[in-house]
């Protein structure tokens, strides 16, 4: 097929507020030996988008709607930067490096032109992107490229998380904060899937619902009723075996007083800012655990991608996951700042997942 020599992206020019994303017209990508190219249909909102917006000097803080961001926590190579870390779309070239080409982990991934593709990696929100074959994974023909670009890395951070920073066990008591956010659903359905009685927390009765309607038995509202009281009141005082936090510095203390002895605290997000410092002697007082996992540090050999890789699809194929799109907005900078602004916010009205429409499908 003819390939442009230009594409449309969205762009960080700088580090800072939401004035420096832009739309602009850069070179088609040039592609290495090792990476795949993909026609992008659909971008992914990620709460990373909005921190690699502020990637520059440690020592600045910037403001997110109520998060503060600290520059240099997420390091970005140069300016302008595409925006977007996750998205879908379909194969337009493949590798030309031999070794790839013979690779069994390649092989037996199926890439070929024209099949549908999921991605994981910086740089997403342009017309055609040209990353590592690692970062990307052919899906099946009757997957969606909308509910690809929706479903692919939380998926992938539920079942990994759930199973090696806290293995979720049948008994376990569960506790998720954001329980009717696109991650916190799936970390139910999961969880609920092994067995595990789920608390969770969230601010209005309407996503309470919601949540339960993906298998929470308890969803405390957080804007009403005191956290530990109720979770102490549905445990018989005991606490929960694991906690999995997308919010950060706002739930950290509340997250180790709910722990039960030999608990786990599992750190999923940092949505109002990262957590104060703390002695390991907050920790020793009950034997806890803490773990701060980054998702891709589950999926670094291609064995491991390839098994986990397979397990969201089999959740995908059967149910278990129900992803909620919550909204599907244009390929504009206006809309990538809106979009950027909704998933900062705590509290709002987000329930689901954000998708950004690149091109037809």
Not at 143 to 170: R, S
Not at 294 to 305: C, D, P, Q, R, V
């Amino acid at each position: 097929m003819s390939l442009p020599t230009s594409v449309n992206a969205i762009v960080y020019t700088a580090a800072g507020g939401d004035e420096v994303i832009k739309k602009i017209t850069i070179p088609f990508p040039q592609q290495k030996p090792d990476e795949v190219v993909v026609k992008i249909v659909y971008g992914a909102v990620n709460s990373l988008d909005a921190y690699l917006r502020y990637a520059a000097k440690a020592t600045d803080v910037w403001k997110v709607s109520s998060v503060d961001c600290r520059k240099g926590l997420y390091p970005v190579p140069g300016y302008p930067q595409v925006s977007g870390v996750e998205a879908s779309g379909y194969i337009v070239s493949l590798p030309t490096d031999q070794n790839v080409l013979n690779d069994k982990w390649y092989k037996l991934r199926g890439y070929k032109v024209g099949g549908k593709a999921l991605i994981g990696g910086f740089g997403t929100f342009a017309e055609y992107v040209s990353l590592p074959w690692k970062w990307i994974f052919p899906a099946p023909e009757t997957l969606p490229f909308d509910i690809g670009a929706a479903a692919t890395n939380h998926a992938l951070t539920a079942v990994t998380f759930m199973t090696e920073a806290y293995n979720v066990q049948k008994g376990d008591i569960i506790f998720i904060h954001t329980v009717a956010g696109s991650l916190g659903l799936l970390f139910t359905a999961y969880a609920k899937s092994r067995g595990a009685t789920v608390i969770g927390t969230t601010s209005t009765p309407e996503k309470a619902e919601l949540a339960k309607s993906y298998g929470a038995d308890h969803v405390i509202l957080y804007t009403k009723e005191n956290l530990a009281e109720r979770v102490k009141e549905i445990t018989n005082g005991e606490g929960v075996h694991a906690v999995f936090d997308g919010v950060g510095k706002d739930t950290f203390a509340a997250d180790l007083e709910i722990l039960r002895r030999k608990g786990t605290l599992v750190v999923s997000g940092m949505a109002s800012g990262a957590p104060d410092p703390i002695s390991p002697l907050q920790l020793g007082a009950k034997n806890l655990k803490l773990v701060n996992p980054a998702m891709a540090g589950y999926i670094a050999t291609s064995e491991e991608a390839q098994r986990y890789i397979q397990e969201v699809f089999q959740c995908l194929e059967s149910g278990l996951f129900k992803t909620r799109i919550f909204a599907v907005y244009p390929f504009t900078a206006e809309a990538v700042r809106k979009a950027q602004k909704e998933i900062t916010t705590p509290g709002g009205k987000l329930a689901g997942k954000l998708l950004i429409k690149v091109s037809s499908e």
